[in-house]
């Protein structure tokens, strides 16, 4: 991981359930928001480790994943880099 942002984000948006979520559990999305630009791709697979790491060089979809003790936030963006969403997996 980088301690710079490594693509575009787009704009940025949320869906209320991971709004709600992260109020709850005092999660700060702004937070979770950087890691993710910057290549802290959390909890997710070796597998979609990889994909990321290819989307760097190549037009696909970036995706984060990080757990909490009562569920999980994903960050998703798109491989046209005009949006990237903030959501529950159960938004998906």
Known sequence: MTKHPLFALGQVVSTRNAL???????????ALLLRHHCGDWGDVCEEDRESNEEAL??????????????????????ADRSVTTILLPSDY
């Open 20 to 30: 709600q979520f992260a109020e709850t559990e005092k999660i700060d999305l702004v």
């Open 57 to 78: 060089l190549l037009p696909l979809r970036i995706m984060s994943s990080y757990r909490f003790a009562e569920g999980s936030i994903w960050i998703i963006t798109e």
